[in-house]
């Protein structure tokens, strides 16, 4: 059974600095992958080349048998993939539910003239749309503040709905870029909660990106360590724990 994201040597210059060299790793269906390395190791160098919005100097990536680097940023929705984001991109003004809907809409096949003319099947989708979004915020607990503007909403609440709108497309691959940026301890430790429900009961693969350590090793099944740009390690949590060299990459030679 062939992997579903494939990254293949993956280099990525800006000038004369090497932001990536030569990274390679496989992701199968069904696991959560974190991606971990000290600030500047190439983490969101290379998720931004897998939502297209970098392409890579050298090497490949394949998602579900297929290379993503023809394919324009507009589409990896589409394909399958979906992404939250280090600063929040939430509409203010808009509801939690409402929010939640924009992400079910890139799923959807109506457009600006059926829109228009109010067609009765655009009215169905609507209402199917609505009901999606509305019980992936029950999935997530956000419920309450389904008819809420989110610009009035706790920080860690927005969190959530950010990640309730990146599961409304119906991803095969979730990426999910430092999502306990900001969050208290309390609150991280919901966040791992859901991940794991995220994976076990809805079935979606994940790649992480986080600095907060507890968080990655609580949650992921396999671990992937960049630093300066270069794959150091990938193994289970408890083995990159004790990797001397992820040891060394993070609290240097004197240690």
Not at 37 to 55: D, E, M, V
Not at 109 to 138: G, H, Y
Not at 189 to 200: P, Q
Not at 234 to 244: L, M
Request: glycine share 10%; with cysteine.
């Amino acid at each position: 059974m062939s992997a579903l994201l494939s990254v293949r040597d993956v280099t990525v210059r800006f000038g004369g600095i090497i932001a990536l060299d030569g990274v390679s790793f496989d992701m199968d269906e069904g696991l959560v992958v974190g991606l971990i390395g000290p600030n500047g190791a190439g983490k969101t160098t290379l998720f931004n080349c897998l939502s297209r919005l970098y392409t890579p100097n050298k090497g490949d990536i394949v998602f579900q048998g297929g290379s993503l680097l023809g394919r324009a940023p507009h589409e990896i929705s589409t394909l399958g993939i979906g992404r939250t984001f280090q600063n929040l991109a939430l509409f203010g003004t808009m509801t939690a539910l409402q929010n939640v809907m924009v992400g079910v809409h890139g799923r959807t096949r109506s457009d600006f003239l059926s829109n228009a003319l109010r067609l009765s099947w655009v009215r169905d989708e609507e209402e199917q749309i609505r009901s999606a979004a509305a019980e992936l915020l029950r999935f997530l607990d956000l419920e309450r503040v389904a008819h809420v503007p989110v610009a009035g909403l706790a920080f860690g609440t927005l969190k959530r709905v950010e990640l309730a709108r990146a599961l409304a497309s119906r991803p095969k691959l979730l990426l999910l870029d430092e999502p306990a940026g900001g969050l208290n301890h309390e609150e991280v430790g919901v966040l791992g909660t859901l991940l794991r429900s995220v994976k076990d009961q809805l079935g979606v693969t994940i790649l992480l990106v986080e600095h907060h350590m507890n968080l990655v090793m609580q949650v992921s099944d396999r671990v992937v360590v960049l630093d300066f740009g270069r794959k150091i390690a990938e193994g289970a949590p408890v083995e990159i724990q004790r990797n001397p060299e992820v040891i060394r990459a993070y609290l240097g030679d004197a240690q």
